[in-house]
T-cell receptor, first 112, second 108 residues
Framework: ETAVFQTPNYHVTQVGNEVSFNCKQT?????MYWYKQDSKKLLKIMFS???????VNETVPRRFSPQSSDKAHLNLRIKSVEPEDSAVYLC???????????FGPGTRLTVL | GQQVQQSPASLVLQEGENAELQCNFS?????MQWFYQRPEGSLVSLFY???GTKQSGRLTSTTVIKERRSSLHISSSQITDSGTYLC??????????FGTGTTVSVSP
């Protein structure tokens, strides 16, 4: 049963546009994550965030930024999309330091 | 190099056959997780498995921390088992490091 929700399911846009993806979890977790799954299907961490600390994967371009209003929401904003940003973006959550993570269904981004 | 190696890359099964999927880690293993990725892309957590053996229905996961490996056994495979199986371990901190997956295809 889904407890990590993502919108939209799909998004098609053009190079240079700004996009924003939403993620909400109803598990009462205090830590949330964004992962990117590329065309080769490899999943890589982009950000992990709780109300104390944002950890950014150093390989993530600056045009990506997480935005959080409270511990149940973590959105992902891409300021000016590029073709290599086409991928599936997966949101996850967990209790801090307890490790086990639960994933949302993903948002598939296509950049034309 | 790849921190998490999964084998085989792909597997074709006849319905009813058993299968063993392997996951090897190049760094010390703290804890790890097995996932099933549906064809449409959503990830389902199968096991959170710091060490030892866990079973859920027809799936059994065995992790040997000091040997830096984990296996996932599927018994009596069914068509609905088709999809991609991913293992991942926890890097220092919170991030999951994923393997490249094993794609399983079960035919009647």
């Amino acid at each position: 049963e889904t407890a990590v929700f993502q919108t939209p399911n799909y998004h098609v846009t053009q190079v240079g546009n700004e996009v924003s993806f939403n993620c909400k979890q109803t598990l009462g977790h205090d830590t949330m994550y964004w992962y990117k799954q590329d065309s080769k299907k490899l999943l890589k961490i982009m950000f992990s965030y709780n109300n104390k600390q944002l950890i950014v994967n150093e390989t993530v371009p600056r045009r990506f930024s997480p935005q959080s209003s409270d511990k149940a929401h973590l959105n992902l904003r891409i300021k000016s999309v590029e073709p290599e940003d086409s991928a599936v973006y997966l949101c996850a959550s967990s209790y801090d330091r307890v490790y086990e993570q639960y994933f949302g269904p993903g948002t598939r981004l296509t950049v034309l | 190099g790849q921190q998490v190696q999964q084998s085989p890359a792909s597997l074709v099964l006849q319905e009813g056959e058993n299968a063993e999927l392997q996951c090897n880690f190049s760094t010390s293993l703290n804890s790890m997780q097995w996932f099933y990725q549906r064809p449409e892309g959503s990830l389902v957590s199968l096991f959170y498995n710091p060490s030892g053996t866990k079973q859920s229905g027809r799936l059994t996961s065995t992790t040997v921390i000091k040997e830096r490996r984990s296996s996932l056994h599927i018994s009596s495979s069914q068509i609905t088992d088709s999809g991609t199986y991913l293992c991942a371990h926890y890097q220092g901190g919170r991030a999951l490091i994923f393997g490249t997956g094993t794609t399983v295809s079960v035919s009647p």
